[in-house]
């Protein structure tokens, strides 16, 4: 069977990256390596894919400057189809300020720059792009009225939806929560989302149960080294995640959220699916930079090969 038409709707940013020693406190100046990576969420999660084999659209807008230019061409040069991409003439493209610390953890300040200028005309404009049948990726960098358009489309396009609510805010309607059939939120996304502290899987149920009691049908929570927790309100499971040395957790979710979307558009089982998942994400948190360390299909067929998942029900 043919894998089913991908495209992802998101932001790009130019990542400016310090690797620091441990991240800084309140007042405190460091001394750090600098270097610089194509990132932003949505561009990192369809170099995911496009690194795991698959030909995925993505949409994003970037501005007529040099950190535009070599965004694109970090895009093409993985894989990446660009034909829905737009280059805003005036405008700045976005950039990151991004500090890692040697035990992976980050902090991270976005400047969305050309991100932030997607309207729901824009949406309109570069609809045509989805193909009948489409797995549709959204994640929320993108401005509200954006994505409150790019849902409303579902049921006249007929495409399915994963939506990653990061960075995580509030806005959404009640009409666009109801066209989402994924949604992908982490911890501290749920957490903002719903009130629930995800600490066991008691806890992960409540969450998941709000997150299908806001329009979702399927939840499906990331909880970093614990794993990940899905639910439709009929299945639910917990998979553990897979134990590596964490470098860079910085892209872990994109990684995670281009990887699912691979496995649902080869039509993989969502069991399955998350379990490339996981793998895919920790992958990536072994490696440095967003987009440099998403694995090839060869990588995460070698890894999985090697190592077993237990499953907790």
């Known amino acids: 069977m043919n894998p089913c038409p991908l495209i992802f709707f998101g932001t790009t940013n130019l990542d400016l990256c310090f690797n620091v020693e441990r991240l800084p406190t309140l007042g405190e100046s460091l001394i750090g ?23 995925p659209k993505f949409f994003t807008r970037l501005g007529d400057d040099e950190a535009g230019d070599v965004l694109m061409r970090a895009l093409t040069d993985a894989g990446v189809l660009t034909e829905a991409v737009q280059i805003a003439s005036g405008e700045a493209s976005g950039s990151a300020l991004v500090m890692v ?10 400047d969305p720059g050309a991100n932030a200028n997607v309207t729901a005309a824009v949406i309109d404009e570069v609809a ?53 059939d994924f949604v992908t939120p982490n911890e501290s996304e749920t957490f903002e989302l719903t009130g629930v502290e995800v600490v066991d899987p008691q806890s992960a149920a ?6 299908l009691e806001l329009g979702a049908k399927a939840a499906l929570i990331t909880l970093g080294e614990r794993g990940a927790f899905y639910s439709n309100g009929e299945e639910s499971f917990l998979l553990p995640s897979f134990p590596v040395v964490v470098v860079d957790a ?6 995670f959220n281009g990887g699912f979307a691979a496995a649902l558009a080869r039509n993989v089982p969502v069991r399955e699916a998350v379990r490339q998942a996981m793998a895919i994400a920790a992958l990536c948190v072994t490696r440095r930079g967003a987009q440099p360390s998403m694995p090839t299909a ?5 890894f999985l090969n090697h190592r077993t998942l237990l499953e907790i029900r």
């Open 101 to 110: 610390g040697d035990d992976g953890s980050n902090m991270i300040i976005i």
């Open 206 to 211: 409540r969450a998941a149960k709000i997150l």
């Open 250 to 255: 910085t892209a872990a979710g994109d990684a």
């Open 33 to 55: 390596s600098l270097v610089r990576h194509p990132g932003g969420k949505g561009a990192n999660q369809a170099v995911a894919a496009a690194k795991l084999g698959m030909r």
């Open 298 to 302: 060869e990588a995460v067929d070698e």
């Open 128 to 180: 045509h792009h989805i193909e009948p049948g489409s797995i549709v990726v959204a994640e929320m960098g993108l401005p509200v009225d954006a994505l409150e358009q790019l849902f409303a489309l579902k049921p006249r396009l007929g495409f399915r939806l994963i939506f990653n609510p990061a960075p995580v805010r509030t806005g959404l309607s009640r009409e666009a929560w109801s066209q989402v």
